[in-house]
């Protein structure tokens, strides 16, 4: 197969020598809490933990600098949904970057940010949306948090154990993915923020929803979910326990900011996983198809709590809106919609998870985000993937799930190959 559909193929054991090197050159300036994790990983694992360097990436393949290739089951943390560097999206950046580079943000809008703004809230699951662009998925909650106060006068918020939604201040005080991400900052974190369990998928709707009643009071302006928790484990809710978030949010008179940043854009077989139930709708990763943007979109009467626009902005980034962004996103979006990405996701990641069940693994999942259960720490098993030419994730704060994400567009041949090669890793 040519590049971007290709099989694994290794000329070096990874990392070769040229990566080795840049990795060492690395290490001399990049800040040393990287450089100290991949140590702490190679310990906790008994494998060695250093880094491919990527060259160059097409498809649902990436070539290392060495000239290994490799097969991605994480597209890029979800990034490349529809493959690394689609012609679509290729196109249209460089035609944009031909054009307009770089605009006046908020002040003198591009014409690419409205079209991408205009294309979001026809695509929103509520009527005459708005929304506000930016760069990170973080970016996109902070957004939303920001909007719930505004909205509701209520600083407190509602998250989950186990969840993430990214690392900056705002976002980093709801992450429950593990307390230790928060503990050196947690003086300049917002200190209204409470945690309740996140359900398994036969807990009982109605103690699960109770639980999350006893987080509530007249303080709480917003919960926030994750539909699927993806770093965190992938974790699927009952059903019904979305809906009755919204209820719950509601009759309190909270808000329900759905983080769709991982599992929107077609990842779990449907372009919103449950966001129909949202009052703020998180989004990113898939959505710039390889660049930086994404997106909060809020109802109408939740958006409007931000007043007029005659004043000076007070949510705003230099680089929010970016013209190459927005161009890229438009493109994207196309794809995913003519090239029926969420149902081909819906129908290949039935048949991938049908075959690691029947190569006798525990598979939880929906779509192409799916989850291996595994009895211990998966961090060896990620690093016998990688020197076999896959690329996979571990996830849950206790590393026990193999995380699988890859591009929607993949070829189930790859798929297959994959399973196959996890079979001779089985514990």
Known sequence: ??????????????????????????????????????????????????????????????????????????????????????????????????????????????????????????????????????????????????????????????????????????????????????????????????????????ADVAASLAAVDLAMDDQIGAILVEPIQGRGGVHIPPAGFLEGLADLAHRHGALLIVDEILTGLGRCGVRWRSADHADLLCVGKALGGGLPVSACLGRPEVMAAWGSPDGEAIHTGTFFGHPLGCAAALAALQVLDEEGLAARARSIGERFMADLRGADFDVVGEGLMIGVRWPTAVLGVVRSLLEAGYLALPAGSDARTLQLAPPLTIDSSLLEGFVRTLGTLRP
């Open 1 to 202: 197969m040519t590049f971007g559909q290709s099989p694994p193929f290794l000329r070096t054991s990874p990392p070769g020598p040229r990566a080795s090197g840049l990795i060492d050159l690395l290490a001399e300036t990049e800040c040393p809490a990287f450089t100290a994790r991949r140590a702490r990983r190679a310990e906790a694992s008994g494998a060695p933990q250093d880094p491919i360097v990527w060259a160059r990436a097409k498809g649902s393949n990436v070539e290392d600098v060495d000239g290994n290739v490799y097969v991605d089951l994480t597209s890029g943390f979800g990034v490349a949904a529809i493959g690394h560097a689609h012609p679509r999206v290729v196109e249209a950046v460089r035609n944009q970057s031909e054009r307009l580079l770089h605009g006046l943000g908020d002040l003198h809008p591009s014409d690419v940010k409205i079209d991408l703004l205009q294309t979001l809230c026809r695509l929103a699951p509520f009527a005459n949306a708005r929304g506000i662009l930016s760069l990170s998925g973080a970016d996109a909650v902070e957004s939303a948090l920001k909007t719930a106060v505004l909205a509701t006068g209520r600083a407190g918020v509602v998250a989950f154990d186990r969840g993430y939604h990214g690392l900056s201040h705002g976002p980093l005080a709801v992450t429950g993915y593990a307390p230790a991400f928060r503990t050196p900052f947690q003086a300049q974190l917002n200190p209204h923020v409470r945690f309740a369990p996140y359900p398994a998928p036969d």
